[in-house]
């Protein structure tokens, strides 16, 4: 509550109204009392005219009438009680009288003589209530409160005087910052006064009390009951808000801080309400009707200055709250981070680019985008994260966040395997900021990017840029490494040697330099440089016991040992790298090089006995195919061919009955297509029908896995098509899935389709993708669900599927498949610019000459057509019909759609031309196109 003027009206009306002049007694009684009766008249007489002036508002004349009676009754007030009351009469209208004036000091003086003089005085209580204003206005708090907190604990007062005393005691403590004894006040005359000002008021000093008291939970009740008055609208509940905020935020009570934000109302609100406050508050009142009634007109002038003092507070406010800087797009921006520390990261960008989008030339515009940038990142959001950050670059190109923002940007790039785009944005943020705060970091990352794309040449000085204009800079080791890798990948293995000799040298313990002494070892063999090589390696397997490469290195000279026919010192190598191996690829690696070091001395049955070793160590953790192929290439030197086949016969039964075994799924793969071929019936039939004898086994001895195993296997060798409907049927259950090993979950999954059971489909192809996802086949798996999310139209579901198939079987034609649907996606999208872009790539493959360029230049023509670029578009669809004619699905539908691309250029007549092409062509006239074909004539009027 903010003070305007000090004397509450209701208290003056007490003052001329209870008591402000007793009634003149008669002469008669004055007599029957023994007073002067000449005195008494005089005195009366004064009496009646100060009454007149106090009314009539001349308080000046009035101080001169009181200090006459005064003067005159005080010295005999003591003969009767009747000039006492008088006496007492003057001193307090004195008080009030300089009050009126706004003489604060002789009106506090009054007072004090007053209460001194009469402490049991019938104007005692109001006395006090109207010093405590006084001292109110001088801003003594202090002795506010030491005049009121007795009275406001008074029950026996008066309810108006009460009521002034809480108003008092509460504006005092409140001032003070002593927030729990202002609070209570305040408390107490919202719950017992009707007044609704007087209510209004004591609720926003209530409401901001709970805030600095951090009294969250009260606030949050008690918001309820003031959520559409204006208390919501005050600027210093709002203020408190903030500031409380702030402080709940700077301390790490995020949540705390959010929920106080959230209550803060927008300045443009608040000043739109307290303007609507202004307007209602004058309507009110210019209504307040004229009246001739005396009382009436004195609570008519009482209200009317209350409402005047009122009118002076919200102008005051409303000043206030006009100076206040803007502070929307602050509090939005401390909403938003708020968000964000509490990792509630969708509620954090949509804050973080509401400030962006709603305030776009505030100064903390830059900040919010940046910060959307930053929190899409952090979500996993990192389409949204490029979007934002190259929104940034343009519309801020002298932001103070473009230079973290460009470096951020460019390794996201990086991490998505994006070289071309992160080398792009690196050079074009160079060639904005010269003196970029990371050049260096910049430079690197187009040197790296160069070389994860093979472009060696242009790497390698890129790398070198680098240490000569940041000899110090983090990256230089670095830069100085792949610099030599660089000259290693391209075969200059002089260069290479001595650039990681120097490196050695400049970088001694760093974090490269056991890896380049291995390095130099490899350019020393690439030099043919064998005895340096060899010496290299043993001292790189010597001082660095620990390192990941030893295995390799240990094998590199195996393979300068065996070079020079030293057998046996490479046997020792290639058994040590074994022995000191952390990866199976490592194991792998040198196991085989053992197996070569024996065949070439003819030594099968070593061979056998470390195949044999090999698979009772790792089990299905080791390459099972390899070694079953070793394993048996040896038995057949041995003259022991028969023993071939049932070492793979015992593989499959020792290892089929566990799903995670892979090797048994690849084992059986392989004899599939090799008994499919096979013309030397006898051994094949006999090895079937063990096999065959082991389905009957399994199934009784619920080895469920192995069990499926065989029948999957025997359902790809068999050609009777109710003898595979049998197996089908034992194969297909959603009870079986868990069991399956990969080969059987494919067949579940494409059979599951082919009797049009999706979700099976669906389940089959998930179990496997999530626990046997690393198998070599996969590769169904991920077609086949990709398909499935691509028909239900969950297009970012679909497109995880086809990373990881392109990814991880680039080599195998599914990888063409999949670079198509990837580019229909951003097509359906609208992404276009990727969707051509990895429609180029596939056209890049020669592997994928045939249906997959078809598709690609059709797919081409398609994305041109959304762009509406008919012209171009019809380029693409007509090299689809012309040079891949045998593909008849695409060379019809690139029929189809150049037609309509005539028509859109306006060419009727050539439209209607290759409709007919399409309607004469003997194999293509009988697709499903044909008939698109005539509607389309019958719509341009070139056919029936």
Same mark, same amino acid.
């Given at each position: 509550?903010?003070?305007?003027?000090?004397?509450?009206?209701?208290?003056?009306?007490?003052?001329?109204?209870?008591?402000?002049?007793?009634?003149?007694?008669?002469?008669?009684?004055?007599?029957?009392?023994?007073?002067?009766?000449?005195?008494?008249?005089?005195?009366?007489?004064?009496?009646?005219?100060?009454?007149?002036?106090?009314?009539?508002?001349?308080?000046?004349?009035?101080?001169?009438?009181?200090?006459?009676?005064?003067?005159?009754?005080?010295?005999?007030?003591?003969?009767?009680?009747?000039?006492?009351?008088?006496?007492?009469?003057?001193?307090?209208?004195?008080?009030?009288?300089?009050?009126?004036?706004?003489?604060?000091?002789?009106?506090?003086?009054?007072?004090?003589?007053?209460?001194?003089?009469?402490?049991?005085?019938?104007? #005692?209580?109001?006395?006090?209530?109207?010093?405590?204003?006084?001292?109110?206005?001088?801003?003594?708090?202090?002795?506010?409160?030491?005049?009121?907190?007795?009275?406001?604990?008074?029950?026996?007062?008066?309810?108006?005087?009460?009521?002034?005393?809480?108003?008092?005691?509460?504006?005092?403590?409140?001032?003070?910052?002593?927030?729990?004894?202002?609070?209570?006040?305040?408390?107490?005359?919202?719950?017992?006064?009707?007044?609704?000002?007087?209510?209004?008021?004591?609720?926003?000093?209530?409401?901001?009390?709970?805030?600095?008291?951090?009294?969250?939970?009260?606030?949050?009740?008690?918001?309820?009951?003031?959520?559409?008055?204006?208390?919501?609208?005050?600027?210093?509940?709002?203020?408190?808000?903030?500031?409380?905020?702030?402080?709940?935020?700077?301390?790490?009570?995020?949540?705390?801080?959010?929920?106080?934000?959230?209550?803060?109302?927008?300045?443009?609100?608040?000043?739109?309400?307290?303007?609507?406050?202004?307007?209602?508050?004058?309507?009110?009142?210019?209504?307040?009707?004229?009246?001739?009634?005396?009382?009436?007109?004195?609570?008519?002038?009482?209200?009317?200055?209350?409402?005047?003092?009122?009118?002076?507070?919200?102008?005051?406010?409303?000043?206030?709250?006009?100076?206040?800087?803007?502070?929307?797009?602050?509090?939005?921006?401390?909403?938003?981070?708020?968000?964000?520390?509490?990792?509630?990261?969708?509620?954090?960008?949509?804050?973080?680019?509401?400030?962006?989008?709603?305030?776009?030339?505030?100064?903390?515009?830059?900040?919010?985008?940046?910060?959307?940038?930053?929190?899409?990142?952090?979500?996993?959001?990192?389409?949204?994260?490029?979007?934002?950050?190259?929104?940034?670059?343009?519309?801020?190109?002298?932001?103070?966040?473009?230079?973290?923002?460009?470096?951020?940007?460019?390794?996201?790039?990086?991490?998505?395997?994006?070289?071309?785009?992160?080398?792009?944005?690196?050079?074009?943020?160079?060639?904005?900021?010269?003196?970029?705060?990371?050049?260096? &970091?910049?430079?690197?990352?187009?040197?790296?990017?160069?070389?994860?794309?093979?472009?060696?040449?242009?790497?390698?000085?890129?790398?070198?840029?680098?240490?000569?204009?940041?000899?110090?800079?983090?990256?230089?080791?670095?830069?100085?490494?792949?610099?030599?890798?660089? &000259?290693?990948?391209?075969?200059?293995?002089?260069?290479?040697?001595?650039?990681?000799?120097?490196?050695?040298?400049?970088?001694?313990?760093?974090?490269?330099?056991?890896?380049?002494?291995?390095?130099?070892?490899?350019?020393?063999?690439?030099?043919?440089?064998?005895?340096?090589?060899?010496?290299?390696?043993?001292?790189?397997?010597? #001082?660095?016991?620990?390192?990941?490469?030893?295995?390799?290195?240990?094998?590199?000279?195996?393979?300068?040992?065996?070079?020079?026919?030293?057998?046996?010192?490479?046997?020792?190598?290639?058994?040590?790298?074994?022995?000191?191996?952390?990866?199976?690829?490592?194991?792998?690696?040198?196991?085989?090089?053992?197996?070569?070091?024996?065949?070439?001395?003819?030594?099968?049955?070593?061979?056998?006995?470390?195949?044999? &070793?090999?698979?009772?160590?790792?089990?299905?953790?080791?390459?099972?195919?390899?070694?079953?192929?070793?394993?048996?290439?040896?038995?057949?030197?041995?003259?022991?061919?028969?023993?071939?086949?049932?070492?793979?016969?015992?593989?499959?039964?020792?290892?089929?009955?566990?799903?995670?075994?892979?090797?048994?799924?690849?084992?059986?793969?392989?004899?599939?297509?090799?008994?499919?071929?096979?013309?030397?019936?006898?051994?094949?039939?006999?090895?079937?029908?063990?096999?065959?004898?082991?389905?009957?086994?399994?199934?009784?001895?619920?080895?469920?896995?192995?069990?499926?195993?065989?029948?999957?296997?025997?359902?790809?060798?068999?050609?009777?098509?109710?003898?595979?409907?049998?197996?089908?049927?034992?194969?297909?259950?959603?009870?079986?899935?868990?069991?399956?090993?990969?080969?059987?979950?494919?067949?579940?999954?494409?059979?599951?389709?082919?009797?049009?059971?999706?979700?099976?489909?669906?389940?089959?192809?998930?179990?496997?993708?999530?626990?046997?996802?690393?198998?070599?086949?996969?590769?169904?798996?991920?077609?086949?669900?990709?398909?499935?999310?691509?028909?239900?139209?969950?297009?970012?579901?679909?497109?995880?599927?086809?990373?990881?198939?392109?990814?991880?079987?680039?080599?195998?034609?599914?990888?063409?498949?999949?670079?198509?649907?990837?580019?229909?996606?951003?097509?359906?999208?609208?992404?276009?610019?990727?969707?051509?872009?990895?429609?180029?790539?596939?056209?890049?493959?020669?592997?994928?000459?045939?249906?997959?360029?078809?598709?690609?230049?059709?797919?081409?023509?398609?994305?041109?057509?959304?762009?509406?670029?008919?012209?171009?578009?019809?380029?693409?669809?007509?090299?689809?019909?012309?040079?891949?004619?045998?593909?008849?699905?695409?060379?019809?539908?690139?029929?189809?759609?150049?037609?309509?691309?005539?028509?859109?250029?306006?060419?009727?007549?050539?439209?209607?031309?290759?409709?007919?092409?399409?309607?004469?062509?003997?194999?293509?006239?009988?697709?499903?196109?044909?008939?698109?074909?005539?509607?389309?004539?019958?719509?341009?009027?070139?056919?029936?």
């Amino acid at each position: 509550m903010h003070r305007a003027l000090p004397l509450p009206r209701f208290l003056l009306l007490v003052a001329f109204g209870l008591g402000f002049f007793f009634a003149a007694p008669a002469e008669s009684m004055a007599q029957a009392k023994g007073i002067n009766t000449k005195l008494y008249r005089k005195y009366l007489l004064m009496q009646d005219k100060t009454k007149h002036l106090m009314l009539s508002g001349k308080y000046e004349e009035s101080l001169g009438l009181f200090a006459q009676i005064i003067k005159g009754l005080e010295p005999v007030e003591h003969i009767n009680r009747t000039y006492a009351r008088a006496v007492e009469f003057c001193y307090y209208h004195s008080a009030v009288a300089n009050l009126e004036l706004k003489r604060y000091d002789p009106a506090l003086d009054w007072f004090a003589r007053y209460l001194s003089k009469y402490p049991r005085g019938m104007h #005692r209580n109001v006395s006090i209530i109207l010093s405590a204003d006084i001292l109110a206005v001088k801003g003594l708090w202090d002795q506010v409160i030491r005049l009121v907190d007795p009275l406001a604990s008074n029950l026996n007062l008066g309810a108006r005087l009460l009521t002034a005393a809480h108003e008092l005691r509460a504006e005092a403590y409140f001032q003070l910052k002593q927030y729990v004894k202002a609070g209570g006040s305040a408390k107490y005359l919202y719950d017992n006064v009707a007044d609704t000002q007087v209510r209004t008021d004591a609720a926003t000093m209530f409401a901001i009390c709970l805030v600095r008291l951090k009294r969250y939970k009260a606030l949050y009740t008690f918001l309820p009951n003031i959520l559409h008055s204006q208390v919501r609208y005050d600027a210093g509940l709002n203020r408190a808000l903030i500031d409380e905020g702030d402080r709940e935020y700077n301390g790490n009570d995020y949540a705390n801080a959010l929920l106080l934000y959230r209550l803060v109302y927008p300045k443009v609100m608040l000043e739109a309400k307290m303007a609507e406050r202004i307007v209602d508050v004058e309507r009110y009142r210019d209504n307040i009707a004229e009246t001739s009634s005396l009382t009436a007109a004195r609570n008519a002038s009482a209200i009317k200055r209350k409402i005047k003092r009122l009118l002076a507070k919200l102008a005051k406010d409303q000043e206030k709250l006009h100076k206040m800087p803007d502070y929307d797009q602050e509090l939005a921006m401390r909403e938003a981070s708020s968000y964000f520390a509490l990792h509630r990261l969708r509620e954090a960008i949509a804050a973080f680019w509401g400030v962006y989008h709603d305030f776009p030339d505030h100064p903390l515009a830059d900040q919010a985008l940046y910060a959307t940038f930053t929190t899409a990142y952090t979500m996993g959001d990192i389409d949204r994260s490029i979007k934002e950050g190259y929104a940034y670059l343009r519309i801020f190109p002298k932001g103070k966040f473009y230079e973290i923002l460009s470096l951020n940007l460019a390794q996201i790039h990086y991490q998505r395997g994006e070289h071309q785009a992160c080398i792009d944005l690196a050079r074009k943020a160079l060639a904005l900021r010269p003196n970029h705060e990371t050049a260096d &970091q910049l430079r690197y990352l187009i040197g790296y990017n160069l070389f994860q794309m093979e472009r060696l040449p242009e790497a390698e000085p890129a790398f070198a840029e680098v240490r000569e204009k940041h000899p110090e800079s983090q990256v230089a080791e670095s830069a100085a490494y792949w610099q030599a890798i660089c &000259q290693l990948s391209d075969g200059r293995y002089l260069e290479a040697e001595a650039s990681f000799t120097a490196f050695g040298e400049q970088h001694l313990g760093g974090i490269f330099y056991s890896d380049a002494l291995y390095r130099r070892a490899i350019c020393q063999y690439g030099n043919a440089d064998y005895p340096g090589a060899a010496a290299t390696l043993e001292s790189f397997v010597e #001082r660095f016991p620990e390192q990941p490469s030893k295995p390799e290195a240990r094998t590199m000279l195996g393979d300068i040992y065996a070079s020079d026919a030293e057998l046996d010192r490479a046997l020792a190598q290639y058994e040590a790298a074994v022995d000191c191996a952390v990866t199976m690829v490592q194991v792998n690696r040198a196991t085989f090089q053992i197996a070569k070091m024996y065949r070439l001395e003819e030594r099968w049955e070593e061979t056998l006995m470390l195949f044999n &070793q090999y698979m009772h160590k790792w089990k299905s953790k080791g390459n099972f195919t390899e070694a079953i192929y070793w394993t048996g290439t040896s038995l057949q030197r041995l003259d022991r061919s028969e023993e071939a086949l049932e070492l793979f016969f015992n593989a499959i039964i020792q290892y089929g009955d566990v799903p995670a075994h892979h090797g048994i799924d690849m084992i059986l793969r392989d004899l599939i297509g090799e008994l499919k071929v096979s013309k030397e019936g006898s051994e094949r039939y006999v090895f079937k029908d063990k096999l065959y004898a082991e389905v009957i086994t399994a199934r009784e001895t619920h080895r469920t896995t192995l069990y499926l195993r065989l029948i999957t296997f025997f359902y790809h060798l068999v050609d009777d098509p109710a003898t595979r409907r049998k197996m089908i049927d034992a194969v297909t259950k959603r009870e079986h899935i868990r069991f399956a090993g990969p080969l059987t979950l494919n067949l579940m999954g494409e059979q599951a389709l082919v009797r049009n059971d999706p979700e099976l489909a669906r389940q089959a192809f998930t179990y496997f993708l999530e626990h046997h996802g690393e198998s070599e086949l996969a590769v169904t798996a991920l077609k086949t669900m990709a398909q499935i999310h691509i028909a239900e139209g969950k297009l970012d579901e679909a497109e995880a599927m086809l990373d990881q198939l392109a990814a991880r079987f680039a080599s195998l034609p599914e990888a063409g498949w999949a670079a198509l649907k990837q580019a229909e996606l951003h097509r359906r999208r609208g992404d276009y610019t990727r969707a051509m872009a990895g429609l180029k790539q596939v056209i890049a493959v020669k592997q994928w000459r045939g249906p997959y360029w078809a598709e690609a230049l059709y797919s081409m023509g398609r994305c041109l057509s959304d762009q509406e670029q008919y012209r171009e578009a019809f380029a693409y669809y007509q090299r689809v019909y012309v040079m891949y004619e045998a593909y008849g699905e695409w060379s019809a539908k690139a029929y189809i759609q150049s037609a309509r691309s005539l028509l859109q250029l306006g060419m009727k007549g050539d439209a209607m031309k290759t409709c007919r092409e399409l309607l004469a062509h003997p194999v293509l006239s009988k697709r499903p196109e044909a008939d698109e074909a005539q509607d389309l004539l019958r719509e341009i009027g070139g056919g029936p």
